[in-house]
């Protein structure tokens, strides 16, 4: 099975909604034949119940998707991506047959959800990636047909009783172990000089923390005041490790990382002990649906190849 690196590679189509599903098995190869000299309008790279998937398609599809069209991108990953593709197209086929329907309204009403998650016109993040808005707009068209198919054929045969839960927390009690974890702030500058003189600045007792990380911190968190949120023992690199020793509001020394010179000092400490069922219930029942869910998708996907007639050609994507 291909795992094509998934986090990594498939990132940009989140946002783009065209690869809706997670890397699944490899669809089995039912036919391979060298690509005849034709152009990619009509060269044929997989037939889905007899719909041409061609070329052109493909490659137009893989573009928008957020990868680079060039014949860079290495082999394993187009092939997955037609995997997927065929995938997605058995889904939506099947869909239509069973007469899903999604509305204008609805589908505008996602495009407004995403403009608010992302603070800006979609069509303006869409632009600035060469991507055409009625096309993307087709592609949510088709992730919410699927997306209802397997909601009522997969996800809403799932439950999750409440003696599962409770057989699942006694069964792993270790996993709902918490040590004791702090939360600390942090000042990060790039000499021990400057270290020096932020340990100076530190001294008064109403010397304002969160400020001077804001104003001097090199670290990623400074806009945050430093705050590191909370964290166990190894967690964090070792030079961290310095701040379960210290009181509450305790400053540390100048500590030496990889990273440059750091101050710390401590906000809050947790004590170590166990979740309680009655906390950890919601996690455990999600965990519990999810991995349910997984399988019965699983199930549901080969039932579903089973009964479609698919060919393919992956010869086809390297001319």
């Known amino acids: 099975m291909l795992t094509l690196r998934c986090a990594r590679t498939l990132a940009p189509a989140l946002l783009l909604g065209l690869v ?41 599809r893989f573009s928008r998707a957020g990868f680079k069209p060039e014949r860079e991108a290495e082999r394993e990953v187009r092939e997955e991506f037609l995997n997927r593709l065929i995938e997605r197209k058995m889904m939506l086929r099947e869909a239509q047959r069973r007469r ?14 995403l403009k608010d998650e992302h603070g800006k016109d979609v069509t303006d993040i869409l632009a600035g990636l060469g991507i055409d808005f009625e096309k993307w707009k087709s592609d949510i068209w088709e992730d919410m047909m699927i997306e209802r198919l397997i909601a009522h054929d997969v996800n809403r045969r799932i439950s999750v009783a409440s003696p599962e839960v409770r057989q699942y927390y006694q069964a792993n009690t270790r996993e709902f172990e918490k040590p ?39 670290a990623p968190e400074a806009e945050r005041g430093g705050d590191l949120g909370y964290f166990a023992k190894g ?27 750091h101050i710390f000092k401590l906000e809050d400490r947790r004590k170590a002990g166990r979740i309680g069922f009655e906390d950890a219930y919601k996690d455990i029942a999600e965990k519990l649906r999810r991995e349910k869910e997984d399988k019965r998708y699983k199930a549901w996907l080969k039932e579903l190849r089973s009964r479609t007639k698919f060919e393919v050609n992956y010869q086809a994507l390297e001319q």
């Open 20 to 60: 809706f599903f997670s890397c699944k098995a490899r669809v089995e190869e039912k036919a391979e034949a060298p690509a005849p000299a034709v152009n990619a309008d009509v060269r044929v790279v997989a037939t889905v119940n007899g719909d041409p998937i061609t070329l052109a398609e493909f490659q137009e």
């Open 100 to 113: 899903i329907k999604v509305g204008l309204p609805e589908i505008n009403k996602r495009i407004t959800a």
């Open 180 to 218: 004791e974890q702090v939360r600390a702030r942090q000042i990060v500058v790039a000499t021990e000089g400057e270290a020096r003189t932020v340990l100076e600045l530190l001294q008064p007792r109403d010397a304002d923390f969160a400020a001077l990380a804001r104003a001097k911190s090199t």
């Open 235 to 261: 967690e964090m690199p070792a030079e961290f490790d310095v701040v379960f020793d210290l009181p509450r509001h305790g400053l540390s020394g100048i500590v030496k990382s990889p990273y440059g010179f």
